[in-house]
């Protein structure tokens, strides 16, 4: 079967619905993709402290951030 139609026809046939449709999905796919790069960024961070509060024996500052740490992983998840 042989589709005849051009890219802006077959853009000018989908309803206007169709396309606002389209376009929450792209938005709220976009706030997804920022939320976990925002949310491992994070974790990397907190990881890091962690561990440099381990190899300076830093007992305080380790169980605010392993608290933190808990906290960001209960909120959104592993």
């Given at each position: 079967?042989?589709?005849?139609?051009?890219?802006?026809?077959?853009?000018?046939?989908?309803?206007?619905?169709?396309?606002?449709?389209?376009?929450a999905v792209?938005?709220?796919?976009?706030?997804?993709i920022i939320?976990?790069?925002?949310?491992?960024?994070?974790?990397?961070?907190?990881?890091?402290?962690?561990?440099?509060?381990?190899?300076?024996?830093?007992?305080?500052?380790?169980?605010?951030?392993?608290?933190?740490?808990?906290?960001?992983?209960?909120?959104?998840?592993?």
């Amino acid at each position: 079967m042989k589709n005849d139609k051009s890219y802006s026809e077959s853009v000018k046939s989908l309803s206007t619905k169709e396309i606002k449709n389209d376009a929450a999905v792209q938005e709220m796919l976009i706030d997804m993709i920022i939320m976990e790069s925002f949310l491992t960024t994070k974790k990397n961070i907190l990881t890091k402290e962690i561990d440099e509060a381990l190899d300076t024996k830093n007992k305080p500052l380790f169980l605010k951030l392993s608290t933190d740490l808990n906290a960001l992983l209960k909120q959104f998840g592993n």
